[in-house]
């Protein structure tokens, strides 16, 4: 029995930022497949609807990673079963929550946020080496409740989980590294949303505006959008500002395009500063000026990444040791990017 029970309070830290897109110019084809304004925000968990720019309404359930090591099982504790009750994660990797037979309304908690964090739905992820215990419990009766003992490892160099390649516990999805087609979030992981809504809201207070344009992208929407700019511009040139389906950053659920996905965004107050400050809340400026040959892509004022702040501080310190402000994840994990 497979069930998972999105309530509206599971998302209403997302009411907090509805964003509804302004107009923006199209003088040449939208990067990375951009997609046209939209007030849809999907987090991880449920899609989030603006109507009139007031209300909104929560979605199916997340399909994420599942990593290796998890140990299946039937056992109960308090009460309640899952499908998994213990788990081994690696650094930044998120784990499909445990799925729950009973039906009950579910609040999930972790002993230690610094070691793994656990969203609204269950799903797990990995934030510094050590072992804690996730617990979810019923809203109406707290003595109905169970746990997943997780136990976070660092990961160093190269590592392949479920098709999907993590470097020193970093997911990578470019050219040379695809995701595979089932991997699913479904919309913006948590984290990835959160850090955002600080960015947004911070901004705002310098009377800035940062909205999502595009956020996740499905396999299949990916696709399309690809499959329309070859046969709209050819391969070459699609190649230079659109994913191939499989190995869009979209797909992982960790890549936003800020207000306007082409160029018209570059050489805004809201792009200056996007690049100036994206590191402080653990983004990077993806593919920079001048880095085309390294990234494989375009200079893209408006698409970042969230690597979370460590490592944003890290790449950040790996730059400014460079010499190089503009210093790409590629560079920094001394991978490239190319069709191969």
């Known amino acids: 029995m497979e069930k998972k029970f999105l309530k509206g309070a599971v998302f209403a830290a997302a009411m907090a930022y509805l964003f509804t897109a302004s107009a923006c110019g199209r003088t040449v084809p939208p990067a990375s497949g951009g997609a046209e304004p939209t007030t849809e925000m999907k987090v991880a968990g449920g899609t989030v609807t603006a109507a009139s720019g007031t209300t909104a309404s929560t979605a199916s359930e997340t399909e994420t990673t599942t990593a290796a090591g998890v140990e299946i099982g ?4 308090s009460g309640l079963t899952l ?3 213990s788990a081994d994660i690696i650094v930044g990797q ?25 969203d609204s739905v269950g799903n797990i992820t990995g934030k510094s080496e050590g072992s804690c215990i996730v617990r979810v419990v019923s809203s109406e009766d707290t003595s109905l409740g169970a746990e997943v003992k997780v136990t976070v490892k660092k990961a160093e160099g190269t590592q392949q989980i ?7 516990g970093i997911l990578v999805a470019n050219k040379s590294y695809p995701v595979p087609q089932s991997y699913a979030p479904g919309g913006l992981t948590s984290e990835t949303y ?6 947004a809201n911070d901004a705002a207070a310098e009377g800035l505006t940062m909205g ?3 956020g996740y992208r499905s396999y299949d929407y990916q696709s399309e959008l690809y499959n329309n700019y070859v046969n709209t511009y050819g391969q070459a040139a699609a190649d230079t500002f659109s994913a191939r389906p499989g190995y869009s950053e979209h797909q992982t659920g960790l890549a936003i395009d800020v207000n306007c996905a082409d160029d018209s965004f570059t050489g805004t107050p809201e792009a200056a500063w996007l690049a100036a400050h994206c590191n402080d809340y653990g983004f990077i400026l993806r593919y920079p000026q001048g880095k085309e040959g390294v990234t494989g892509y375009k200079y893209e004022s408006w698409h970042i990444r969230y690597v979370g702040k460590d490592v944003a501080k890290k790449i950040r310190e790996a730059a400014n040791a460079a010499g190089d402000p503009d210093l790409t994840l590629e560079e920094y994990l001394h991978i490239d990017s190319y069709y191969h």
């Open 83 to 85: 499908s998994y009750t």
């Open 194 to 199: 959160n850090a955002f809504q600080e960015l």
């Open 162 to 168: 479920d098709g999907i390649t993590y470097i020193d």
């Open 94 to 118: 998120t784990l499909k929550y445990p799925l729950v037979s009973e039906d009950v309304p579910e609040v999930w908690t972790s002993s230690n946020e610094s070691i793994a964090t656990v």
């Open 212 to 214: 999502v344009i595009s």
């Open 74 to 77: 039937d056992k109960h504790v």
